[in-house]
């Protein structure tokens, strides 16, 4: 305890030797994470609006007016014997039309006066998870040759884009993440080394009277997880508020709503992951500093 | 030491052949010119050396063949004087005694006791909170010395201690190494200035182009 203590003072007393140095430090890394916050509050987001995307993947079928009963029910048995269909329902004009100013929320207004039956009779048919959009590709394709279906609609155009896009968004965010974590680990090293050179007469009176290397290099480690923790804590809070004060800004177009998707932070425990990304990337820059500094 | 043989490179050599013995509690002198091999002898009892050939027994333990790990548990029994002073600027005096046994992970009320008593040894004890710009020559080095003896260290070296001291400095600073000496410590002083040791009968060791010619085995 009494050692830690004493290292813990010693880390102090190096930090406050070089304020500047440290400064500069703390801030470039809470720089680097409030990037890193960023990158990872828009990967989380699209990854969780692409799931939502994915399994909310609806297909719609629109009859037309002259849709008569039987054509009706051969459309429903094609859809029951549907591979990957979950569940179907079928919605009357009118119940069409009252789910959709549902759906519209505080702009329903924009219906007043118009017809009441606006939309036609469809069956709204939601597929299994596993599904995938071959099958919803498939079934649209034969679903829009049968009589008595005006269209058939399921998103088909951002869908095949969706998937693709948010692979590639992600190994995007994976490399950029990745460099801008190497070059935190790049600055730290330096730091610490610039730190070891400043401080190389004092090593080497400390090896002279019997100084240990783990003596020696222990308070380097604590500086070194210690600002990285603290600028990957602020980084963190400053992604949180920029979160606070510009989301709220932004107007979510009406597809977002229709998905009842909601733009909120990370999840509480990101920031204990953050700040222990910081810790791990501190004390390893000061490794890598450690290990190319020749002992005396 | 046993036939020592030390050189920094092929046609370098710094000390040949050397053979000498020094007792517990002894206070002995290494003199010669500049270049002789006595700061390359001291340097190899506290390892900042590494000899080429030849055994260095220090309190019972061939320090020749020790091992990385145990170099700083050998320096903590070898107090060593610079003459250029090696403290640090930016610590207090106390500060600067206090490292040595810091090192050692002793307890802090230990620390504040031993530090306050060495520097009552050296005649320092009312600059303890000054930093070592602020102090004379001779007061630096007596910091030095204190540090150097805060654990009480079996033996003591002092390489060139009086170099950058006047006269009746260097004769205070022998007079202090005397009375550490007569505690137990063994003491050696590598030094031009034999006057002292001529006049208190220490014994003198003397080197010439890295040989001992007189004073060894």
Known sequence: MAYIAMSWVKTWRQLKRTPVLTGVTLATFALVFFILGMLVFTGHHLVALSERMQQGTELSVFLAESCSLDQREQIQKSLRVAPGVRDQRFWEKNEATDRFRKLLGEHAYVLDGLEKDLLPASFEVSFSQTAGVDPIRRLAGELSQMK??????????????????????????????????????????????????????????????????????TPFFLAGGFLGGLGAGLGGVASWLLFLTWIPEIALPGWLLELRWNVGFLPGYWLGWMIALGVLVGVLGTWFSLVRTASG | ??????????????????????????????????????????????????????????????????????????????????????????????????????????????????????????????????????????????????????????????DEPTGNLDPDLSRQMYQLFNEINSRGTTVL?????????????????????????????
């Open chain 1, 148 to 217: 008595g279906v005006e269209s058939v609609e399921y998103g088909e155009g951002w869908v095949d884009r969706l998937v693709p896009m948010v692979h590639s968004i992600r190994t995007l965010m994976a490399v950029v993440g990745g460099s801008i974590l190497f070059v935190g680990l790049l600055i730290m090293a330096n730091t610490i080394r610039l730190s070891i050179f400043a401080q190389q007469e004092e090593i080497r009176i400390l090896r002279l009277v019997g100084a240990t290397e783990r003596f020696i290099k």
């Open chain 2, 189 to 217: 002083v590598a030094s031009h200035d034999l006057g002292w040791a001529g006049q208190n009968l220490k014994r003198v060791i003397r080197l010439e182009q890295g040989r001992i010619v007189s004073g060894g085995l």
């Open chain 2, 1 to 158: 030491m046993y036939h020592v043989y030390l050189s920094y490179g092929p046609d370098s050599p710094a000390l040949c052949d050397i053979s000498l013995r020094v007792d517990k509690a002894e206070f002995m002198f290494l003199s010669g010119p500049s270049g002789a091999g006595k700061s390359s002898l001291l340097r190899l009892l506290f390892l900042a050396e590494r000899c080429n050939s030849g055994q260095i027994l220090l309190m019972g333990e061939n320090v020749a063949k020790l091992g990385a790990r145990k170099i700083p548990l050998l320096r903590r029994r070898v107090g060593v004087v610079f003459q250029d002073f090696k403290l640090l600027p930016e610590r207090t005096v106390s500060e600067n005694v206090a490292i040595r046994l810091e090192v050692e992970g002793k307890p802090r009320r230990e620390i504040q006791r031993k530090t306050t008593e060495t520097l009552r040894l050296v005649g320092l004890e009312h600059k303890a909170s000054s930093c070592p710009s602020k102090l004379s020559g001779g007061e630096q080095q007596r910091v030095a010395i204190a540090r150097a003896i805060a654990n009480d260290p079996a033996i003591l070296l002092a």
